[in-house]
């Protein structure tokens, strides 16, 4: 198993060199095509007006829409061209959370910003946790801070679901690259015996494919932080997780620890579902 293609949405008005440094990394380590995605659509005006006034504003509008999607594209190129030999722009005036998804269609993993608290165009951004639950693909998501794709020691968040079983399969390809691998299940005390039987399955089942793993259990402490201990003890550059969440009045809600995940990850998470 390998990733062949992989998306990155760019988001307008702001930088996405973390994203693309990420992005350009793994298209090296997997010879992978790299296809940008950036789209937005016309503010709603904050009042009406016609005639010559109203068609010169709407004007203005697109003007500046097609330069942040033309700046967007700049830094795409800056950063892939001539490094990674297969790259494709794709943009769309529409809203990027249904733009993003939909080409998703097109590659086996979706590199993304942490959810932004910014003041930025709600409809050029589409937040991490619209695209794990709409995407139907794994999404890589990238704190603002990195500089380098570490996947040295992957640490394996797992719990006995659904979620986590796709979240394992589809990181496969970065799990054989890994020196290191832990699978870890947050359990407790009572059922650390079963949990420590699930890990050892999981073992198992990526030793088949050249990935040998430890097995590990850790006591629930009921915090989201669980985890991100773990992981900083074991020196882990990426987690791969399964994404937990249930759509409420049209807006996914998240659980507790995918949305530390989405919105104040440590270091690069891998989110699956």
């Given amino acids: 198993m390998n990733y062949k293609s992989i998306g990155i949405h760019m988001v307008l008005g702001t930088s996405n060199r973390a994203c693309l440094t990420v992005a350009a990394e793994l298209a090296e380590r997997f010879n992978a095509r790299v296809i940008g995605l950036a789209s ?126 796709r979240a394992v399969a589809d990181a496969l390809p970065l799990l054989q690259k890994a020196k290191e691998v832990t699978i870890a299940e947050v359990c407790k005390a009572v059922d650390e015996p079963q949990a420590q039987e699930r890990v050892n399955d999981v073992a198992a089942w990526l030793l088949r494919y050249g990935v040998a793993a430890s097995a590990i259990t850790a006591e629930d402490t009921d915090t989201p932080e669980n985890l991100d201990l773990i992981a900083s003890n074991m020196g882990a550059g990426l987690i791969v997780a399964g994404a937990y969440g249930h759509s409420r009045l049209r807006q996914w809600v998240l659980g507790g620890v995918t949305q530390r995940f989405v919105t104040q990850p440590s270091r690069c998470v891998l989110l699956s579902r």
């Fill in 40 to 165: 937005t659509i016309l503010r709603p005006p904050l009042y009406f007006t016609d005639g010559l006034y109203g068609a010169e504003m709407l004007d203005r509008e697109e003007a500046d829409l097609q330069v942040g999607l033309d700046n967007a594209e700049k830094e795409f190129r800056n950063v892939l061209d001539g490094r990674i030999k297969d790259v494709e722009w794709r943009t769309s005036l529409k809203i990027a959370k249904d733009f993003v998804p939909a080409q998703a269609r097109s590659v086996d993993l979706v590199v993304v910003a942490a959810q932004r608290d910014t003041e930025g165009d709600p409809y050029a951004s589409a937040s991490p946790s619209d695209l794990v639950m709409e995407t139907g693909r794994p999404i890589l998501v990238v704190p603002p801070s990195t500089t380098w794709l570490d996947m040295r020691r992957i640490l394996v968040a797992w719990k006995d679901t659904r979620e986590s079983r």
